[in-house]
């Protein structure tokens, strides 16, 4: 499971936003995946004043409650070529979904236009 930049927030400052369903697959699985491109993504937001303030060790914190960073891959980049209705979109969120479907793993999101792409293995965080 790879969880998108808002399940990353809600991780570290509110989990208790997290669906049932969420966390019994994490707490089985005692472990989701990060992503670098969220890492990013939380930076820009956090200097528009729109996000959390980021501290330096967000990987170990991360690390800590039991994420681990899946590196963004060429065949990440390749797979965004099957997401291209969502080039003028948010590009963070065409790359995260292209780097799930490369990776074969679902990907975590509480962004209701995401959810109503239709993809399998876009999965509602909230529930």
């Known amino acids: 499971m790879l969880l998108d930049t808002n399940a990353l927030i809600w991780a570290l400052s509110a989990p208790k936003k997290f669906g049932r369903q969420f966390l019994r697959r994490f707490e089985g699985a005692g472990w989701a995946y990060y ?9 820009l937001l956090s200097r ?3 996000g959390p303030q980021l501290f330096k060790d967000i990987t170990t914190m991360l690390n800590e409650i039991g994420l681990v960073e899946l590196g963004y891959s060429s065949a990440a980049a390749v ?6 209705h969502l080039a ?3 590009p963070f969120d065409w790359m ?3 780097q799930a479907s490369a990776a074969g793993v679902d990907f975590y999101t509480s962004d209701q ?9 876009v999965k509602d965080s909230s529930v």
Request: net charge neutral; hydrophobic share 50%.
């Open 113 to 121: 236009r995401l959810l109503d792409l239709g993809l399998k293995f």
């Open 96 to 98: 995260l979904i292209a």
């Open 48 to 50: 528009k004043h729109r």
């Open 79 to 84: 797979a965004a070529a099957d997401f291209g």
């Open 88 to 90: 003028n979109t948010d």
């Open 35 to 43: 992503s670098p491109i969220s890492i990013f993504e939380l930076q």
